[in-house]
């Protein structure tokens, strides 16, 4: 996919493989990393010297653990196709007026002020509500409901309102390699860790995994030695969040083949399936009609081409349903041990796979439970769920997306970058267990939905996929760039149950516009943090940073909140507490850590009557509306005109 779907070589290696390109002297290199040792030199003092540093390069030739490629420069491609419109306009909501001082009253030195209206530096009238249309989600749930968002610009429509711009056309094209003249030669020995970069995550190999033309970022050491080998995925224009990967379009379909096909209707009870093919499924149902009952699949082996088929068209999964393909499945078993080996996939529009009361495992990285694209359905009941492999959630969607509906069950992974839930659909899912052990909860990326209802999610982020630079969290909603999510607005709604975050903050949106709407939700924060809206380092091609903020709505009803919420500069809040919710916390504006140009309505704060904010430290806001109750409790609240709010 996308869990995430995509990762592309850091921008550090990006750049010293530009330097040593520019640099390179036409001569050729040998590099060694021994078998036993980590202290080989360069078989020829006369050779450039790349010690210490990382080079880049195309492989021409491999002769055991001998490798030679030519050198040169890895470059991001230009704007692909992917669909979506790039946001325009100015993020956040309507505003209202510019240093307009608070309507209703503010009173000094009581602990509560009801009825009062501040702004600063927008071009609406004071205490006017954000204009817009309430997001439609298209979770398969209700929409979120709340305040709306908008997106109205400022009069005169200055740059510093505009929303982060998307490249034309919405999503990244590829990377491309540009060669050099400079041949090396290097020994790939036993101390060199090698990893593979999926569409799906990245994942650990070795030379034997290694074939002509593709792209290697070496890491040299002392005495060139060789300390590790990146086997670059130069599909994908931008890198996914750890559990998912995704590639640029890779031209025609491929759904491999299959041990066995269904493609006339049918029922069939107690059969068992297997395969040990490469490419290939265990059972396919191909445009027909099938009721599978007490049914065993079983993918024991078999290696998958390519990732990119495997997530967007079902290659090498268990159980493939496709080409419009009706598929109702009852008590079944369906285990995959094989990489890129997905338990159910349903692919395709028109394909509506129905499974209920069966249990699916899966133990290999790039392998999610019940997987959807290409606008297929999968509608689900009370199954239970175990992937045990990075890159690999338990529901899962990829490039086309489609319509999942889940209705019980327990759904648990325990693979990094494996998310209970990654969406690039309409995704709804209620009364069922949701648990991530070693990943975050839940993703959204791009124009896509989660809708919960009465579900226990919780999530387990452990470290970071990419670099120390990004952010730890529950819940993320984002745009990967990669193509396989549209551009636009993201949703996410929770109604009853709980969501629980082990570490991290509890939501992280970047590089996307969304909605959020929580109601009647336990919350249970990991570090204190409920929210942060923020650029990113676009280290995995997530936007340019300085550029690539978020814009959300984030509506709370009936809820207990608390903890602290953060919007950079390059961003945008519309926060309402409505029906009766506390929140115990803060909400600050801070610097974007790039640098980039301020928008207008960083935080846009509105308490609904019957709603109370206690405050827990000193907050800086664009605007407050305020008709409920604050208790300062001795801290203050600074608008951006300078303005201070305080008991």
């Known amino acids: 996919m996308k869990l995430l779907k995509k990762i592309i070589a850091s921008a550090a290696a990006l750049a010293l493989a530009a330097s040593l390109s520019a640099c390179a002297s036409g001569g050729s290199t040998v590099l060694n990393g021994s078998a036993s040792s980590s202290s080989a030199a360069a078989s020829s003092s006369a050779q450039t010297d790349h010690s210490n540093s990382t080079v880049t390069g195309k492989v021409t030739a491999i002769s055991g653990t001998s490798v030679t490629m030519t050198l040169g420069e890895l ?17 956040g909501g309507s505003g ?22 501040a702004s600063s530096g927008s071009t609406a009238s004071s205490g006017s509500a954000p204009a817009g249309t309430p997001p439609t989600g298209g979770g398969g749930g209700t929409p979120p409901t709340g305040t709306p968002g908008g997106s109205g610009a400022s009069s005169g429509g200055t740059a510093s309102g505009s929303a982060p711009q998307m490249p034309s056309g919405g999503m990244g094209g590829g990377s491309s390699f540009t060669a050099g003249t400079e041949s090396v030669t290097i020994t790939i020995g036993s101390d060199a860790a090698v990893t593979i970069e999926g569409t799906d995550g ?127 499945i009852e008590n079944a078993t369906v285990n995959t041990s094989v990489s890129g080996g997905n338990g159910v996939f349903s692919y395709g529009e028109g394909t509506t796979v129905n499974i209920s009361d069966s249990t699916i495992t899966t133990t290999m990285d790039n392998s999610g439970g019940i997987q959807t694209a290409g606008g297929g359905t999968t509608n689900a009941a009370n199954l239970t769920v175990s992937t045990a492999g990075n890159s690999s959630a338990a529901i899962r969607s990829d490039r086309g997306g489609g319509t999942v509906n889940v209705d019980g069950g327990t759904y648990e992974t325990a693979g990094s970058g494996s998310p209970a839930i990654y969406s690039t659909a309409a995704i709804a899912v209620k009364n069922a267990t949701l648990t991530a052990t070693d990943s975050e909860a839940v993703v959204v990326e791009g124009k896509n939905s989660v809708a919960l209802t009465d579900c226990t999610v919780t999530g387990n982020m452990t470290g970071t996929y990419n670099d120390d630079s990004e952010n730890i969290h529950n819940i993320m909603i984002y745009q990967s760039m990669s193509g396989d999510a549209d551009v636009g607005e993201a949703s996410f709604s929770a109604t009853g149950g709980s969501i629980t975050a082990k570490s ?82 803060t909400v600050n504006i801070v610097e974007n850590a790039a640098g980039g140009a301020a928008v207008e ?44 709010f305080s008991a």
Not at 82 to 91: E, I, N, R, V
Not at 510 to 531: H, P, Q, R, S
Request: glycine share 18%.
């Open 75 to 91: 470059s991001q491609g230009g704007p692909g196709g992917g669909g979506g419109t790039p946001p325009t306009g100015a993020p």
């Open 504 to 585: 991290g903050d509890m939501f992280y949106v970047t590089n996307t516009d969304c909605a959020i709407t929580l109601e009647d939700v336990e919350m249970t924060l990991a570090n204190g943090t409920l929210l942060t809206v923020a650029g990113n380092s676009s280290s995995r091609g997530w936007g340019t940073a300085g550029q690539n903020g978020g814009k959300v709505v984030f509506t709370a009803k009936n809820m207990k909140l608390s903890g602290s919420v953060t919007v950079d500069t390059i961003s945008t809040l519309t926060f309402t507490l409505s029906g009766g919710t506390t929140f115990e916390g």
């Open 96 to 117: 209202t007026a510019s240093g307009s001082t608070a309507s209703g009253s503010t009173a000094s030195g009581s602990a509560a002020s009801s009825g009062s209206t």
């Open 601 to 644: 309505n960083n935080a846009v704060v509105t308490v609904d009557a019957g709603c109370t904010w206690t405050l827990t430290g000193n907050c800086t806001l664009t605007s407050l509306t305020n008709n409920g109750t604050i208790n300062y409790n001795g801290y203050t609240i600074t608008l951006a005109d300078g303005t201070v």
């Open 202 to 328: 990245s994942t650990s190999g070795s030379v034997s995994d290694i074939a002509a033309d593709d792209i290697l970022t070496v890491e040299l050491g002392d005495n060139m030695t060789v300390k590790s080998v990146t086997v670059v995925n130069t599909d994908a224009a931008g890198g996914g969040m750890g559990g998912q990967g995704g590639g640029g379009a890779s031209g025609a379909v491929s759904n491999g083949t299959a041990a066995e096909t269904i493609s006339s209707d049918t029922a069939v009870s107690g059969t068992t399936y297997s395969s040990a093919g490469d490419d290939e499924n265990a059972l396919r149902v191909d445009g027909a009609t099938a009721t599978l009952t007490g049914i065993t699949v079983n993918k024991t082996s078999g290696s998958t081409s390519s990732q990119d088929n495997s997530n967007f068209y079902g290659d090498n999964a268990g159980l493939l349903a496709m080409d419009g393909a009706t598929v109702t």
